[in-house]
């Protein structure tokens, strides 16, 4: 089987393995922000479906003695603690999922760094 | 060689914020710190502050040494604050291109934070959930014909405290891995430029 030619790239020092760094680092650089968001999003997300279905269950009577949601919430206090506690988490995820990408991005940027300067430095030598 | 360690010690020490040299100046424990950090420490802060802010008696003895509980826990916490600054001083050309330090010493620091922060808050996460995990484990022995409160709760308990050790080990440990990994990394880069 005959070896396969190495391609190179056009550029000798900034090679294609760096430019595929670059843009996963990048990637992992946007996908932090755009984690961080979602866990917003998913957090209010949270609240009003909560609210949705507690106000369903005070229409049919299930949570009885109570008017309505803020009612609810400043009657029973476990369901506020329990619904700030699920929202809390979510956006506690995604502030761990967002640093460890933010981290992955940075620690990618600085592998092409080195490897570039230790490229640099054998073309010196 | 002695000329050496000081070096050594001035350059990390410089890297701290001054609140925190303060701190260690005022406290004065000499069984953590040695004479010569303290020394380094006097030049810092004067270079800093202009003038040496009041010290505390030296402490020799390690029982002497007595912190309070909430002491204890805020320094714990901020033990790995030592890096607020790069280090190295940057000159025009000489920086990286791919990355700004401060960033990554940014991104070490909030990591150490959370994974920190991650033990309290799992473990009141954990015991928000006792109600939730009581009920599915008493759904279990709902055709039982004695009364398994204790055993429902002993069982709930323990479920509640495998979880919490697990997310804590799961969080803990990879930031802190990840955040040492980044760290060395930015070092490794200092090191292979010219």
Same mark, same amino acid.
């Given at each position: 089987?005959?070896?396969?030619?190495?391609?190179?790239?056009?550029?000798?020092? =900034?090679?294609?393995?760096?430019?595929?760094?670059?843009?996963?680092?990048?990637?992992?650089? *946007?996908?932090?922000?755009?984690?961080?968001?979602?866990?917003?999003?998913?957090?209010?997300?949270?609240?009003?479906?909560?609210?949705?279905?507690?106000?369903?269950?005070?229409?049919?009577?299930?949570? @009885?003695?109570?008017?309505?949601?803020?009612?609810?919430?400043?009657?029973?206090?476990?369901?506020?603690?329990?619904?700030?506690?699920?929202?809390? $988490?979510?956006?506690? $995820? @995604?502030?761990? =999922?967002?640093?460890?990408?933010?981290?992955?991005?940075? %620690?990618?940027?600085?592998?092409?760094?080195?490897?570039?300067?230790?490229?640099?430095?054998?073309?010196?030598? | 060689?002695?000329?050496?360690?000081?070096?050594?010690?001035?350059?990390?020490?410089?890297?701290?914020?001054?609140?925190?040299?303060?701190?260690?100046?005022?406290?004065?424990?000499?069984?953590?710190?040695?004479?010569?950090?303290?020394?380094?420490? %006097?030049?810092?802060?004067?270079?800093?502050?202009?003038?040496?802010?009041?010290?505390?008696?030296? *402490?020799?003895?390690?029982?002497?040494?007595?912190?309070?509980?909430?002491?204890?826990?805020?320094?714990?916490?901020?033990?790995?604050?030592?890096?607020?600054? =790069?280090?190295?001083?940057?000159?025009? @050309?000489?920086?990286?291109?791919?990355?700004?330090?401060?960033?990554?010493?940014? !991104? &070490?620091?909030?990591?150490?934070?959370?994974?920190?922060?991650? !033990?309290?808050?799992?473990?009141?996460?954990?015991?928000? &959930? *006792?109600?939730?995990?009581?009920?599915?484990?008493?759904? &279990?022995?709902?055709?039982?014909?004695?009364?398994?409160?204790?055993?429902?709760?002993?069982?709930?308990?323990? *479920? !509640? %405290?495998?979880?919490?050790?697990?997310?804590?080990?799961?969080?803990?440990?990879?930031?802190?891995?990840?955040?040492?990994?980044?760290?060395?990394?930015?070092?490794?880069?200092?090191?292979?430029?010219?």
């Amino acid at each position: 089987m005959p070896k396969r030619k190495r391609k190179v790239s056009s550029d000798d020092f =900034y090679k294609r393995k760096h430019k595929r760094l670059d843009t996963i680092a990048l990637i992992a650089k *946007i996908l932090a922000w755009l984690v961080l968001l979602v866990s917003f999003l998913a957090a209010i997300g949270e609240f009003i479906q909560t609210k949705n279905f507690l106000e369903f269950e005070i229409m049919n009577g299930v949570l @009885g003695g109570t008017a309505d949601f803020s009612d609810l919430m400043s009657q029973r206090p476990i369901f506020s603690i329990s619904l700030f506690v699920e929202m809390f $988490n979510t956006i506690l $995820n @995604g502030v761990i =999922y967002a640093v460890v990408l933010k981290a992955i991005s940075l %620690a990618l940027y600085m592998l092409i760094e080195i490897d570039l300067n230790y490229s640099l430095m054998n073309e010196g030598e | 060689m002695a000329n050496n360690l000081r070096t050594q010690i001035y350059k990390n020490f410089n890297s701290y914020d001054t609140e925190s040299l303060i701190e260690i100046w005022e406290v004065n424990n000499r069984t953590e710190w040695s004479d010569t950090t303290f020394e380094v420490l %006097a030049e810092i802060l004067q270079e800093r502050l202009d003038s040496l802010p009041p010290q505390g008696e030296a *402490i020799y003895d390690k029982n002497e040494f007595q912190e309070s509980f909430f002491t204890k826990v805020k320094r714990w916490f901020s033990t790995d604050d030592d890096m607020v600054s =790069y280090s190295h001083p940057l000159q025009e @050309g000489n920086g990286p291109a791919f990355y700004d330090p401060q960033e990554v010493v940014n !991104i &070490y620091r909030w990591m150490n934070k959370i994974a920190k922060a991650m !033990i309290p808050i799992s473990i009141v996460l954990g015991l928000s &959930y *006792i109600p939730q995990t009581a009920t599915i484990v008493r759904s &279990y022995f709902i055709n039982s014909y004695q009364d398994m409160t204790i055993i429902v709760w002993f069982i709930t308990l323990i *479920i !509640i %405290a495998i979880g919490t050790v697990l997310q804590v080990v799961f969080t803990y440990y990879p930031l802190k891995a990840l955040a040492y990994i980044l760290k060395i990394l930015m070092e490794v880069e200092h090191n292979s430029r010219k």
